[in-house]
T-cell receptor
């Protein structure tokens, strides 16, 4: 385990409100990732970070932004939540030079 | 664009039978392939990682093979147990260090 926690673990919010999900890691891994998991689509990459303040878009980045001001924290923000963003969100980390990604427990987000 | 497919989507076997899970990918230019296990409502647990230069990787009752040229990997679980019931996901890493996942195979091992 890479000591990854996600908060909150569950959240219900209304359409149009901003939402921020937090991923925290204690292993000093350089790379961090945000995925969403949906039935019929599997896991898809939203954004990733390859260092503090270095981020890039993934496959499904529209409607999401990220920030990484410290090695240990990677924040995912939904600027104005929509029902299509109802999903389970997973954070993952990877050591620089390593190959395996380690996943957090997930955050279940429901947008009503 | 890399696409990863896992067939079947669901599998049910009696306890003790060997499990064979399939994963195929469209672009053979991969760096490695990773197999994960996911229990209901939980995160992903890494099972095995195979480098593109390797043909197989083993851990206990688990053995994963990789045929890069044909775009296929197989996960074998010997002598299945009810505790092996879970969803198994494969994912490939290509340029950019990004994982592309298959849809998973949901496994039920009946006592």
């Amino acid at each position: 385990d890479a000591g990854i926690t996600q908060s909150p673990r569950h959240k219900v919010t209304e359409t149009g409100t901003p939402v921020t999900l937090r991923c925290h890691q204690t292993e000093n891994h350089r790379y961090m990732y945000w995925y969403r998991q949906d039935p019929g689509h599997g896991l898809r990459l939203i954004h990733y970070s390859y260092g503090v303040k270095d981020t890039d878009k993934g496959e499904v980045s529209d409607g999401y932004s990220v920030s990484r001001s410290k090695t240990e924290d990677f924040l995912l923000t939904l600027e104005s939540a929509t029902s299509s963003q109802t999903s389970v969100y997973f954070c993952a980390t990877k050591l620089a030079g390593g190959d395996e990604q380690y996943f957090g427990p997930g955050t279940r987000l429901t947008v009503t | 664009k890399q696409e990863v497919t896992q067939i079947p989507a669901a599998l049910s076997v009696p306890e003790g039978e060997n499990l064979v899970l399939n994963c195929s990918f469209t672009d053979s230019a991969i760096y490695n392939l990773q197999w994960f296990r996911q229990d209901p409502g939980k995160g992903l647990t890494s099972l095995l990682l195979i480098q593109s230069s390797q043909r197989e990787q083993t851990s206990g009752r688990l053995n994963a093979s990789l045929d890069k040229s044909s775009g296929r990997s197989t996960l074998y679980i010997a002598a299945s147990q009810p505790g092996d019931s879970a969803t198994y996901l494969c994912a490939v890493v290509a340029a950019g260090n990004k994982l592309t996942f298959g849809g998973g195979t949901r496994v039920l091992v009946k006592p």
